[in-house]
């Protein structure tokens, strides 16, 4: 049965001389995989639409396995991401962390939408680490370990200076502190802008400036909170890490 989908490309991989495998997160499948026969050939029709980070319209035999890649329409390859390795490996760990935590052929038309709004705010330009904070946050609710920002896990205290503990899974209060003496200290800004960005819309993402120590209060939440429920190691992450770090030195 042929199947016609909207998508983006979230992972390749070559098979034999001439073939692909490419991974598609679609709007109205999910997560498919297929085959895209002699897309390695430079004359091939199948060879723009099957890149990484392609997004188009895209026709391929459905079938209970690998299914087969008939033809593509590129609808924005993201070119500017593509010209920059800094934004190449922000959208590399976008696309990786969805691979990983999606399954095959579960339709989340909200996640593709998201995915796609990632891909343009990075396109754009956007800062890439605020648009990488609103998707982190965004893709643990999609695992279903999303932590609690809007008041203390312990008590239900909405209002005040928070802390975040990684063992509850959230905010406590100045009263809940003692449950978990590692919790990890946040200003009182930091606090508001995690409950911002796991419920902000990044269609309506504006030009956001962070201080330095803002961004890296939330990077230490965030990163300690995926190692802790996520199971996760992903090569992408760690390869923006190393960069970061180059960015610094």
Do not use: W
Not at 67 to 95: C, H, K, M, P, W
Request: glycine fraction near 6%; hydrophobic fraction near 35%; include cysteine.
């Amino acid at each position: 049965m042929l199947k016609k989908v909207e998508g983006i490309v979230i992972r390749t991989v070559d098979y034999g001389e001439t073939n692909k495998i490419i991974t598609l997160y679609t709007r109205e499948t999910g997560k498919v995989g297929v085959m895209a026969r002699g897309a390695k050939k430079p004359k091939s029709r199948l060879s723009a639409v099957s890149q990484l980070f392609v997004y188009g319209h895209y026709l391929y035999q459905h079938t209970s396995g690998l299914g087969d890649l008939n033809q593509g329409e590129a609808i924005d390859s993201f070119r500017s991401i593509r010209n920059d390795l800094f934004l190449t490996s922000y959208a590399a760990y976008a696309v990786e962390l969805v691979d990983k935590l999606t399954e095959d052929k579960k339709p989340n038309p909200y996640l593709f939408e998201t995915l796609y709004q990632v891909m343009h705010a990075l396109d754009e330009e956007k800062d890439p680490e605020v648009v990488l904070f609103i998707f982190e946050l965004k893709m643990l609710s999609v695992a279903g370990i999303n932590p609690q920002l809007r008041c203390c896990v312990n008590c239900g205290l909405d209002t005040g200076k928070f802390e975040f503990s990684i063992r509850e899974g959230g905010f406590l209060c100045h009263r809940c502190l003692s449950i978990d003496p590692y919790h990890i200290p946040l200003k009182k800004r930091t606090a508001e802008l995690l409950h911002l960005f796991a419920h902000m819309d990044l269609a309506r993402l504006g030009n956001i400036s962070l201080k330095s120590e803002t961004k890296k209060e939330i990077r230490d939440v965030l990163n300690q909170y995926f190692d802790a429920y996520s199971g996760l190691y992903l090569k992408s992450k760690r390869f923006l890490e190393q960069l970061d770090r180059f960015k610094l030195d």
